[in-house]
């Protein structure tokens, strides 16, 4: 029984289980609420809650209802991670980003413009390609849509470019 | 409300197995894009094969539980899809997190994926106010 608790609970898991949950969410989300798995659309829903724009027909069209059950879906998200690191027994704060911090050693005020950056990044392009890693990726490519491959092949080529020069950057020694 | 209670639950059977596997950390993104480790590429194709198999039952079945016909949801490409794409991807190999997994960072604790957050709520206003005027994207 501890053992079973330990490889659930404590260990992270190996590759192929956390596709088979991530991947069951597609069809328990039909079965349930008929509803495609999708997460970036929801950002649209905290446009409205940070910034309340009146004058925005998208925003005031597609997010009618301000308290939809995209929030829910992403405070669930939040609750999600917050168990699984609790369970971990790691700090309830961390100012680390893995490699980035280790090898960038920017200062803090730097660190939250970058990663803003790739924030406004990622809201914008996900909303033009029409969803993200969850929406395109995986629901799109499980159902066989055409669309969802080619974007995610452009999100793949992007992710490429960027990673790498990155990497010339931090680890490479130019700059 | 019942609905919402659902979200939420599937939301944090989501999360907790985003962590649980190591995708929100920034490494498992930087290490796919730069090649050193594909254990994240293993994630998305097993969720991949689950989510077809899984959804190949739903078709024989054909309506879902409370009886309503199967509704499955397809994007279709706009003219900028692509390079909207390619604009994501550039933002997820830089701040290693994509719409899902930096909820799972705040949860865990990453304070820095707070304003990854902010960022990407920003960008969502921009896109709005940009589709005010462009109503194509």
Known sequence: ?175 | MAKKVGFLIFGIIFGFALSRVGASEFDAIYDMFTGSDLKLVGVIITAIVTGFAGMQLLHIKKTVRNGEKLNVSHKKLGKWSLAGAAVFGIGWGLSGACPGTVLAQIGEGKVFALTTFLGMVLGTYIYALLKQHRPEL
């Not at chain 1, 724009?53 to 669930?76: C, H, M």
């Not at chain 1, 704060?93 to 990663?115: C, D, K, N, R, W």
């Not at chain 1, 392009?125 to 066989?144: D, Y």
């Open chain 1, 1 to 175: 029984m501890k053992d079973i608790y330990r490889i659930i609970f404590a260990d992270p898991w190996p590759f192929w289980a956390g596709g088979i949950v991530i991947g069951l969410l597609i069809p328990l989300l039909y079965y349930f609420h008929n509803t495609a798995l999708g997460v970036s659309t929801g950002y649209g829903n905290f446009v409205k809650i940070l910034f309340r724009p009146k004058k925005l027909d998208w925003i005031n069209k597609q997010f009618s209802e301000t308290i939809s059950w995209r929030v829910y879906f992403i405070a669930g998200i939040v609750i999600g991670g917050f168990i699984s690191a609790r369970l971990s027994g790691i700090p309830l704060f961390s100012a680390e980003m893995g490699q980035f911090t280790l090898l960038a050693g920017l200062h803090p005020a730097l660190t939250v413009i970058y990663f803003l950056a790739g924030g406004v990044l990622l809201g914008l392009g996900s909303r033009i390609a029409g969803g993200c890693t969850s929406g395109h990726s995986i629901h799109g490519i499980a159902n066989l849509h055409f669309s969802s491959m080619a974007v995610t092949a452009l999100f793949l080529v992007g992710g490429i470019i960027a990673a790498n020069i990155l990497r010339i950057i931090l680890e490479g020694g130019i700059g």
